[in-house]
């Protein structure tokens, strides 16, 4: 007769536990994976045309060679209006319905391998960006300048795959991540409406500070580079001299860099970190313009000045 | 007065009938029957407009970790006078019940269809009702139940029926669109793709996207959710497969042409669908 020790007895259970399993669970064939797991720095540049009163944003991937996974999309939080949007070879934008974001992801997918066993997953595209690579051409134009924004990053993974719904996926407890959750994110430069109910006068002298106000930008503020600055002429209808604004820029003259527009008593200028005066840190600008004092005849000069943080 | 002779027989029969039907209730019962209450009204949802059933309560989920929970509805049972309301202590009830048949989107039938339990199922009604605790299966469908007994004195009561709603409220039919096909209907589930409206709106907009990028390239949905809600048998044994598809927030999307199916993931994601999941032959949804 067969004794049944505890250890025979964990022997059966462990078996019977191995033949049970796959009756309760679906059969996973490819687990849910992090799209996290990468690093990306994303470079932006700003140009605003006069003309159309638009400005376009351009923005650069780059993959860090450490990185354990290809990027596959790029998301840029949306605060203002998208006109249009273009994308890099072999990807697609989209504007996304349930939160306030813009896409664009490596969707093309070329001639696929020749060993290709479609499973019903998604299959490899040669436009992802691989770790170490660099990628421009995530455009879009829209009539709000630059402000704060938040960029998001998935790596390029397979969809969870299970043979049938009979088993619970996620696993318990875990809450099915959206996309801005799963996926790394960092600061950058997006459209950031103006709001002319908050705007910053830059002085002291209360009959002449109207003469310049700043539209989007105030004392304090910490802002991702390029810095965009849009300036108002005359906020409260008073009579100014435009011909005489000039602006300096951590003592760098940088009238020239603004231009006019959106509309004719504004006037817009996009700094940007090494082409510009600006730097990372503290920044100074410093505006001028002369105007007729309200209710006189008399001419001043509106001297502001604004400081603040660029990153 | 006469009658003709064709006529004669149909008139007894009623006669004997109308003095069944004044005799039966004196010699089989009192005028005492049951009334059943919500033992606390307050922590109940008001039932729904639409509900045609006398208590709503929505499916257990046992068989899943998904949203899992034993649902449980607390009544209590009144022994009352019929003519003057007042109740009447220490009567035995007893409670039976029976899923109706077809009910809950479920186009098949069988003896084992999960009924759900009520605990006690029987007992005295004491001096303050007799509390009891039904128990809802994981099929969503209507839950017939009757109640009977005895009085103090042994007569028996009036039975009593009343009807339990299993249910998750609010789903709505998908119904037929431009850019999207509905697929998957079968002899046990002829009617499967029911969603909650945010679920509905957002596979609309999901295929209006889809196909505004690949003109012709209508989306075919399979199964969503029943009716009701509840377990979705495939196999109509009343358990899973599915798994999921209970609470109108799965649908199952047949794969996108393979060519398209990377652009199909982003414009799934930002039609805010939170997971994918491949599974068999299609992609799960949910939301």
Known sequence: MVRITSKILLFLVAILGLVLA???????????????????????????????????????LNNASTS????????????????SSSSPNGWSSAIHDAEPLLSWAATDVGTLPPDFVDTGNVPP?????????????????????????????????????????????????QEVPPLTADSISGG?????????????????????????????????DVRTAPV??????????????????????????????????????Q?????????????????????????????????????????FTAQ | MSFRRSTLPALIICAAFTVIAFLTPAMAQTNLGLRVT????????????????????????????????????????????????????????????????????????????????????SGSTGTSGLPTTYTSPEPSGIIDVTLTGTDPNGNALVPTTFTIGVQIDGLVSLGAGTNYSLIGATANHGDNHYGTATMNATLVSLANSYVAVFPNNPLAYNDMSLVTGGIFDISGAWSKPHASHRLGNDADLRFPPVAQRRRARQ???ASGITLIIVEGDHWHLRQ
């Open chain 1, 22 to 60: 796959p009756m309760g669970r679906a059969q996973v064939l490819v687990p849910p994976t992090p799209a996290n797991q990468l690093s990306v720095a994303v470079s932006t540049n700003v140009t605003f045309d006069s003309a159309s009163g638009l400005y376009t944003y351009t923005y650069t």
């Open chain 1, 68 to 83: 354990q996974q290809a990027a596959w999309l790029f998301a840029l939080q949306l605060n203002g209006t998208v006109i």
């Open chain 1, 125 to 173: 595209s040669p436009f992802v960006i691989a770790p170490g690579a660099v990628l421009s051409g995530f455009q879009l134009v829209s009539p709000d300048p630059p402000g704060n924004a938040t960029f998001f990053a998935q790596g390029d993974t397979l969809l969870t795959q299970v043979v049938e719904d009979t088993g619970d996926l996620p696993q318990e407890g």
């Open chain 1, 188 to 220: 950058t430069v997006g459209p950031l409406p103006v709001n002319t109910s908050a705007v910053f006068f830059g002085g002291r002298r209360p009959a002449v500070d109207g003469f310049l106000v700043f539209l989007n930008l105030a004392s304090g």
């Open chain 1, 228 to 265: 965009g600055v849009v300036i108002q002429f005359g906020i409260d209808g008073e009579s100014v001299d435009t011909k005489t604004f000039a602006a300096t820029l951590n003592g760098t003259d940088v009238t020239a860099l603004f231009a006019p527009g959106p509309n004719s008593q």
């Open chain 1, 267 to 307: 006037m817009t200028a996009i700094f940007a970190l090494g082409s510009s005066p600006l730097v990372a840190g503290k920044n100074v600008l410093i505006t001028s313009v002369t105007g007729i004092v309200p209710g006189t005849t008399r001419t001043a000069n509106d001297v502001d000045r604004v400081t």
């Open chain 2, 38 to 121: 919500l033992t606390n009204p307050s922590n109940q949802a008001p039932l729904q407009s639409q509900s045609t059933t006398d208590f709503t309560m929505r499916p257990s989920i046992t068989s899943s970790t998904l949203g899992a929970g034993v649902q449980t509805l607390p009544l209590t049972i009144f022994c009352i006078d019929l003519f003057t309301g007042a109740i009447i202590n220490n009567c035995n009830v007893t409670i039976t019940h029976k899923p109706e048949a077809f009910s809950g989107g479920h186009d098949h039938d069988s003896p084992s269809r999960p009924k759900g339990q009520f605990q006690p199922a």
């Open chain 2, 267 to 269: 414009i799934i994601l």
